[in-house]
């Protein structure tokens, strides 16, 4: 299958590289998103699957409180209590926040038409 894609005048071309550089913005949240962070010196992946792990382990200590959890990290298994687990839940979505907090500071510059460095000031 195959379209053609016909652009007819100057604001044609702007809206597209416009939309372009949104695709490019959200990309760009999605690869902060996913860079992971470190928690009281344990490494803690934030992709998808690992951010519904965390929720739900978080959930079955809040639960039982007398819970531990067996989390597996890059440098292997740690033993959390419940406080830990909710300290690294907490930290989980706060770089998720903090990554869409960007990506919305960046979306606001360029549709104000103000300049900005995509590359910096992600967590």
Not at 54 to 72: E, H, M, R, S, Y
Request: include cysteine; charge should be negative; aromatic fraction near 4%.
């Amino acid at each position: 299958m195959t379209f053609e894609l016909t652009i007819e005048t100057a604001e044609d071309l702007a809206a597209l590289e416009i939309e372009a550089e949104r695709a490019r913005l959200k990309a760009r949240r999605d690869q902060a998103l996913v860079s992971g962070i470190t928690v009281a010196g344990m490494p803690i992946a934030t992709d998808d699957t690992s951010q519904s792990r965390i929720v739900g382990a978080a959930l079955a200590v809040i639960n039982d409180p007398n819970l531990t959890i067996q989390w597996k990290t890059e440098a292997g298994f740690v033993t959390l209590d419940a406080a830990q687990v909710l300290a690294v839940a907490q930290a989980v979505r706060a770089h998720v926040q903090a990554c869409f907090d960007r990506e919305a500071e960046l979306l606001d510059a360029l549709d104000a038409g103000e300049a900005y460095d995509a590359e910096v000031g992600w967590p």
